[in-house]
């Protein structure tokens, strides 16, 4: 079974902060991807990377940058942390395998709160 | 752009009856579209995905290129069912991240 492991459930930091939140996926997926999820809005996805040190801009990337130095870990960092980034994150991996239409598979989330 | 729309954000059924979770989609090419669950305090997890044609947990999903829509469907809904559903499409300009609707919290009551 795919597990993917997100750092912390549940942090706390303040407005200006550095964050930094971290995945782990178990399956050698190439894909990894950071969400974020708000009450009426959806998933809306902030970064994703096909590739070790490959990155891409999603549709929310302001304020967030990431990190990929090994195939299984994607780091998402708030550079200076605001308090329109309290949220939920989520991390997902998946395979390449777009042919045989293979899933997402999504972590526990983190709830992060900016005071 | 693609774009998934899910118009009810709440809908509530009495056990036992019948459920349709709407979602419609706009995509210029082949599109890949995807049901997920969340559950109360439980991880997003894959419910249907519209490649499979299956079944799951009773629940079943037709793809309809003329309307573009991929509803969700289940005809005796389950009190266990209650549960936040979104509607993906798969997005090929994204590393085929996903392009999520904003999500219908079903609620089936006793």
């Known amino acids: 079974d795919v597990k993917v492991t997100q750092s912390s459930r549940y942090l706390v930091k303040r407005t200006g902060e550095k964050v930094f939140l971290e995945c782990v996926q178990d399956m050698d997926h190439e894909n990894m991807f950071w969400y974020r999820q708000d009450p009426g809005l959806g998933l809306r996805l902030i970064y994703f990377s096909y590739d070790v040190k490959m990155k891409e801009k999603g549709d929310i990337p302001e304020g967030y940058s990431v990190s990929r130095e090994k195939k299984e870990r994607f780091s998402l960092i708030l550079e200076s942390a605001s308090t329109n980034q309290t949220s939920m994150y989520l991390c997902a991996s998946s395979s390449w395998d777009i042919l045989n239409n293979q899933p997402q598979h999504f972590g526990d989330g983190t709830r992060l709160s900016i005071l | 752009a693609q774009r998934v729309t899910q118009p009810e954000k709440l809908l509530s059924v009495f056990k036992g009856a019948p459920v349709e979770l709407k979602c419609n989609y706009s995509?210029?090419?082949?599109?890949?579209l995807f049901w997920y669950v969340q559950y109360s305090r439980q991880r997003l997890q894959l419910l249907l995905r519209h490649i499979s044609r299956e079944s799951i947990k009773g629940f079943t999903a037709d793809l309809n290129k003329g309307e573009t829509s991929f509803h969700l469907k289940k005809p005796f809904a389950q009190e266990e069912d209650s549960a936040m559903y979104y509607c993906a499409l798969r997005d090929s300009n994204s590393g085929y991240a996903l392009n999520f609707g904003k999500g219908t919290s079903l609620l089936v009551t006793p």
């Open positions: 995509y210029s090419g082949s599109p890949e």
